[in-house]
Structure formats: C-alpha cells, structure tokens
C-alpha cells in the first residue's frame, strides 16, 4: 500500500478534486457529475441493502423498451439517478436502459450526455445476488446554444469522458475512469462516504477462468463453440480446464474479472442475432473500465469502443477481460471466418 494511503484515507470527493487540480483550466463540471452520480449511489444502496423490509423486492408490474420485466427497485434506482443528474444542470441529456425515449432535461444547454443502466441484473435482487449501476458519460457534440438532440448521443465509445459502475455486493464498491486508469471505492456506510480503495487497478494479463451463459451454448457461433470446448479440455500445462463463474449480472461478473482476471463473454445466439447486451449503456461503459485496466473488450471484429452506434439501444456482442485470455479466444472466432 502506498505510503499516502496508509496515513490519509481519500474520500471520493477528495480524489475527485485533487485529479480536477491536475489539469489547468478544468471548469470542475466534470467533478460534480461525478459526485452527484456518488450521492445517487448511496441512496440506492441503502434501498438495496433493506429492500426485503421496506416493499421493493418483487416485479413493478411494467416492462421496459427491450421487453423485460421491470423490479421496483429498477424504478426507484432509475428515479435516483434522473434525479440527480437533473439537479446538477451540467446534463443535457439522459438515456436510461428503463425508458424508450431520450430524456431531455431543462438545462438543455448542459455539457454533459449520460447513459446508465440503473440496475444491471436486477433478476437477481429477489434472491439477495449483487446487482449493480453502470454509467458513461459523453461531451455533447452541437453548440451548448441550441437542444441537444440524439445525434449528440450516438457517439463510439472511445469518446467517452467517464464510465463506471457502483457495485451492490456484500459492500458497495463504485468504480470509474476518466480515461486515466481505473479507480475503485468502498462505501464506509458509518459515515457515508465512498473511500479510495485503488487509484490504479490493472486486471492480470491470464487468469484460468470464464464467464458465460451456458444455457445459450446451441446457438453460439463456432468458434465459441470450440472455445469453450477447448478451455474445459485438461492440460495442466496451460492451465486448464478453466473454471466457470456466471452470476447473471454484467456488473459482478465484470468486477470480479477486473479484479482477478480471466475473460467475460456474451456472445450472439438464435434469440439475440446481434448481442443481447447494449452497446451504450453497458458494452461501452464496461469496455472503456477494462482498457484502462489494460484487458480487452471486444465484439468479435474489433474493439468496442470503436462501433459507431446507430441507435441509443443498439446491442452488440461481448468479450472482455484478461489481454491473453481474449487473444486466445480471438483465435478461435477467426478460424471460423
């Protein structure tokens, strides 16, 4: 542990303002969203964390634009996050995975566009999993004189100004970037602060193990097929088999192979032909974490970040994590080309 992290514990307001101070002539817009995304975090949080005696475990009784059920607790996160955002009157525009429509805020001459998923694996919450909140953020594109519009939002994911997502797991962990390497936080919930945990986390260039859906196997592509295969296969040489972990929420299966390595895949099959993962508001997002991290996030063509997105709830297929672990797998996808 750096010397600076064992005599001063940096809280995320703290850090967020000592990394502002680096650059010269930074407005500190930025900053704020960022704290005002914090304090959303931590209202949702405690929501998460007393839900069984408060109502809102259980089915809201709507679904979404992409047709899937909608949890009270996806609203109420959803209700925070807007909430927040549009207090700040640095957003122009928001797009929530909950809501088929842009959501144009009053301050239309905002700086800031934002993406976010309020919940990611919200099918989890009745049964006490992790679920979490993923977020990005983009500069609008068109002069801060006239109403955003959706043009401004489709842009590819390297334009990013920051990314992260706050993880609800046995603590609450939020983690971001701003294009400068991966910081982590812990939520001290005694006196509700989020503290720096790592203000550089890097993701291991192999680890023995994968992420993935199995029930899906019939309808991946080949070289996922073979893959998988060949990963299960003994040889003690290349460390195989692997070992599986699929928890059914992007954010936690994310987060431990940030932290431990290995790869993530959510590839196309028969029911979601071109990914069922959203590009904006979850590939992109998590792909910007891992390549800060120094991983690899790719769609099976080519990096993530550099799909220009055609609509707000495009989808697109997913592998990320480990550099090695993908690099091995990206073999196996250009065999069957």
């Given at each position: 542990m750096p010397q600076e992290k064992a005599n001063h514990l940096l809280t995320l307001e703290e850090f967020i303002i000592r990394s502002q101070n680096r650059f010269e002539g930074a407005t500190g817009e930025l900053s704020q969203l960022l704290r005002d995304i914090g304090l959303a975090a931590k209202i949702v949080s405690r929501e998460v964390n007393k839900a069984g005696i408060t109502n809102l475990l259980g089915q809201h009784g709507s679904r979404n634009v992409h047709g899937e059920s909608v949890k009270k607790l996806d609203v109420f996160a959803?209700?925070?996050?807007?909430?927040?955002?549009?207090?700040?009157?640095?957003?122009?525009?928001?797009?929530?995975?909950?809501?088929?429509?842009?959501?144009?805020?009053?301050?239309?001459?905002?700086?800031?566009?934002?993406?976010?998923?309020?919940?990611?694996?919200?099918?989890?919450?009745?049964?006490?999993?992790?679920?979490?909140?993923?977020?990005?953020?983009?500069?609008?594109?068109?002069?801060?004189?006239?109403?955003?519009?959706?043009?401004?939002?489709?842009?590819?994911?390297?334009?990013?100004?920051?990314?992260?997502?706050?993880?609800?797991?046995?603590?609450?962990?939020?983690?971001?970037?701003?294009?400068?390497?991966?910081?982590?936080?812990?939520?001290?919930?005694?006196i509700g602060e989020f503290m720096l945990a790592d203000d550089d986390i890097r993701i291991p260039d192999f680890h023995p193990q994968y992420s993935i859906n199995e029930g899906n196997s019939s309808g991946w592509p080949e070289g996922v097929r073979s893959y998988i295969e060949h990963i299960k296969k003994?040889?003690?040489?290349t460390k195989r088999p692997y070992s599986l972990r699929y928890i059914g929420s992007m954010v936690s299966d994310l987060h431990r192979t940030l932290l431990l390595g290995g790869v993530f895949l959510y590839p196309p099959n028969v029911s979601n032909p071109e990914g069922k993962l959203r590009l904006m508001y979850e590939c992109n997002p998590m792909g910007y974490i891992i390549e800060q991290a120094g991983g690899l996030a790719l769609d099976g063509r080519g990096r993530i970040l550099e799909i220009v997105p055609e609509s707000i709830h495009q989808t697109a297929p997913v592998y990320m994590g480990s550099r090695k672990n993908v690099e091995k797998l990206m073999e196996f996808l250009s065999s069957e080309k």
């Open positions: 959803d209700e925070q996050i807007m909430s927040a955002l549009a207090r700040s009157g640095i957003v122009s525009l928001m797009i929530s995975e909950e809501s088929n429509e842009l959501i144009r805020l009053e301050s239309s001459s905002g700086k800031y566009i934002v993406f976010f998923d309020p919940l990611d694996g919200s099918s989890n919450i009745d049964v006490n999993v992790s679920v979490g909140t993923i977020f990005s953020i983009y500069m609008r594109k068109s002069p801060r004189e006239v109403p955003a519009e959706e043009s401004d939002a489709l842009q590819p994911g390297e334009r990013q100004a920051a990314a992260g997502y706050v993880l609800y797991g046995s603590s609450t962990m939020l983690v971001y970037t701003t294009g400068m390497g991966v910081s982590s936080f812990t939520l001290d919930p005694t003994v040889d003690p040489q």
